[in-house]
Nanobody, 126 residues
Framework: QVQLVESGGGLVQAGGSLRLSCAAS????????MGWFRQAPGKEREFVAA????????RYAESVKGRFTISRENAKNTVHLQMNSLKPEDTAVYYC???????????????????WGQGTQVTVSS
C-alpha cells in the first residue's frame, strides 16, 4: 500500500484559504487516483475532490466546485488541495487517499480507495 502523509490543516476565518498537501511514499504517477475526503463530527466521510495522477483529470463534489482546486506535483510525489472561500461547513478532518485506477479514470467512492492518510483538521470559524 502507498503511505500517505497530509499536512497544511489549521484554523482559518470564513472566507479565508488553506492549502492541504499529501505526500505519497512511492511513485503513483501511472495507476492511481488521488483523492481528498472529509469527515465532520457526527457525519459520514464524504468525497471532496480527486485527480487521476497520469491524466490530471479531476472530479469535485458539488459543494466545493469553484472554491477548491486539486493538483499534483510530480517531482515531489505530492497532491495539493487549494481551498478558497472557506465556509464554517467546511470544518472537518480531511483525509488523503489513493486508489488504483486506469488512465483518465477518476474514482470517487471511498470504498475504491485502499490507502489512507492519518487526516488533518481544518476548522473554519464564522
Amino acid at each position: 500500500q502507498v503511505q500517505l502523509v497530509e499536512s497544511g490543516g489549521g484554523l482559518v476565518q470564513a472566507g479565508g484559504s488553506l492549502r492541504l498537501s499529501c505526500a505519497a511514499s512511492e511513485r503513483t504517477s501511472r495507476t492511481y487516483t488521488m483523492g481528498w475526503f472529509r469527515q465532520a463530527p457526527g457525519k459520514e466521510r464524504e468525497f471532496v475532490a480527486a485527480i487521476n495522477w497520469a491524466s490530471a483529470s479531476t472530479r469535485y463534489a458539488e459543494s466545493v466546485k469553484g472554491r477548491f482546486t486539486i493538483s499534483r506535483e510530480n517531482a515531489k510525489n505530492t497532491v495539493h488541495l487549494q481551498m478558497n472561500s472557506l465556509k464554517p461547513e467546511d470544518t472537518a478532518v480531511y483525509y488523503c487517499a489513493a486508489a488504483r485506477s486506469p488512465y483518465g479514470s477518476v474514482v470517487s467512492d471511498h470504498q475504491d480507495f485502499g490507502s489512507w492518510g492519518q487526516g488533518t483538521q481544518v476548522t473554519v470559524s464564522s
